[in-house]
């Protein structure tokens, strides 16, 4: 049980300074949105950015998974847009990020790439939006392939693909890729699939590459604190481990930099309790 700390829960910190929090507060790892703030994918210097933070994980023994949620990293009036839904060339754009990604990705090292789908705009129709998604997923699978680079696919509330069978719906469609995984958001199971979460790991395991970790209540999606929101933490890390998932498991709080370092500290402190009631040996955690 290997822990993380997400990068948009830390706006207000320059990104070494972030690192270093985390780093000194125990965690394994580091979930990175490419941003403006942290490490923007279209800085020209782009290249030695990348090496001087690889290098930075490595001394701070941080393992790091590449996240590409930033909110107004393409357009800075709409929030998540242009998504692979969009029409050509607005989804281009979209696709051009997330190439970047695999690109940084795989020169940090990363264990994965997580993305989504986006949400379709209204009257848009569901085999247009299938067909536009499918192709540009393909591309990034390709270039995610020339990499060697695991892709995870996030399930995300209110967009085109937001539950663990539209993602297995959109892995058939593009004939089951072995680079293609999922990314599980535990507090997005407990928002709105029927499923218990535990049963939601079990049933992602399969294809798992990456996990976010947050409390939430059904049927809303805001990201809690720990102990905030409806969901019991140590079924879900005991079927973690049972699954046999080693991947990192990234607290995902983006609307609390305001006290970062306070809840870094007090989510770190949580996940290990729980994982001691779940009876996960010490020695898988950091």
């Known amino acids: 049980m290997r822990f993380a700390y997400g990068t948009n829960g830390f706006a207000n910190h320059r990104l070494d300074e972030a690192l270093a929090v985390l780093a000194d507060l125990g965690y394994d790892g580091v979930a990175l949105t490419l941003d403006g703030g942290h490490l923007d994918p279209f800085d020209a210097d782009l290249a030695r950015r990348v090496d001087k933070v690889a290098a930075r994980l490595g001394e701070l023994g941080l393992g790091v998974v590449v996240e590409t949620g ?12 242009p998504t692979l839904l969009d029409a050509p060339p607005e989804a281009d754009r979209r696709i051009d990020l997330l190439l970047r990604a695999v690109r940084v990705a795989a020169d940090l090292g990363a264990e994965a790439m997580s993305f989504w789908s986006g949400a379709a705009d209204p009257g848009l129709p569901e085999e247009t939006a299938w067909r536009r998604l499918t192709e540009g997923v393909a591309r ?60 939601c790991v079990r049933r992602a395991a399969p294809r798992l590459v990456n996990v976010q970790i947050e409390d939430m209540r059904r ?9 905030e929101g409806e969901i019991d933490f140590p079924p879900v890390l005991a079927a973690l481990d049972a699954c046999g998932y080693r991947g990192l498991v990234g607290v995902e709080l983006p609307r609390h930099s305001h006290a970062a370092p306070a809840v870094a500290e007090r989510s770190l402190r949580f996940l290990r309790a729980a994982a001691d009631e779940a009876g996960i040996t010490r020695e898988a955690n950091r």
């Not at 930033?70 to 847009?81: E, I, M, T």
């Open 70 to 81: 930033g909110r107004y990293v393409l357009d800075p009036r709409r929030k998540h847009r």
């Open 219 to 227: 049927g809303v999606h805001e990201h809690l604190e720990f102990g």
């Open 140 to 199: 990034v699978v390709a270039e995610a392939e020339r990499r060697d680079v695991r892709l995870g696919f996030e399930p995300e509330p209110g967009m085109f693909v937001d539950t663990i069978a539209g993602f297995e719906d959109l892995h058939a469609r593009l004939g089951a890729p072995s680079a293609l995984g999922i990314t599980l958001d535990i507090g997005h199971c407990r928002c709105l699939e029927p499923e218990p979460v535990p049963d």
